[in-house]
Nanobody, 124 residues
Framework: VQLQASGGGLVQAGGSLRLSCAAS????????TAWFRQAQGKEREFVAA???????KYTDSVKGRFTTSRDNAKNTVYLQMNSLRPEDTAIYYC???????????????????WGQGTLVTVSS
């Protein structure tokens, strides 16, 4: 499956952005999808995941602010980001895997497919 991420940009603190990740080649609904981010000089970190059903997981720092969802008709997953903070500045990547187990959802090494990344910059 090929992933194409988009929607990044420059936003002021407190603002919102919605990232999209469009999939081609496979039916997205059969995959667990996730969002990771990597700030300059830091390791890639887990942000959110959406399992094949509707279960979601979020890292603590984004709970209540970010929401991941999927549109099966468009074969696209989204990351709605509200109340953005300067510390949310990073390159955001979408990822997917068809055989992920729950205990591995936090690890970027568990995902077989990756999008190219989209830059989110939050100014203070």
């Amino acid at each position: 499956v090929q992933l194409q991420a988009s929607g990044g940009g420059l936003v002021q603190a407190g603002g919102s952005l919605r990232l999209s990740c469009a999939a081609s080649g496979r039916t997205f609904s059969r995959y667990t999808t996730a969002w990771f981010r990597q700030a300059q000089g830091k390791e890639r970190e887990f942000v959110a995941a959406l399992f094949r059903g509707s279960t979601t997981k979020y890292t603590d720092s984004v709970k209540g602010r970010f929401t991941t969802s999927r549109d099966n008709a468009k074969n696209t997953v989204y990351l709605q980001m509200n109340s953005l903070r300067p510390e949310d500045t990073a390159i955001y990547y979408c990822a997917a895997d068809s055989s992920l187990i729950l205990s591995s959802v936090w690890s970027h090494t568990a995902y077989a497919y990756w999008g190219q990344g989209t830059l989110v910059t939050v100014s203070s």
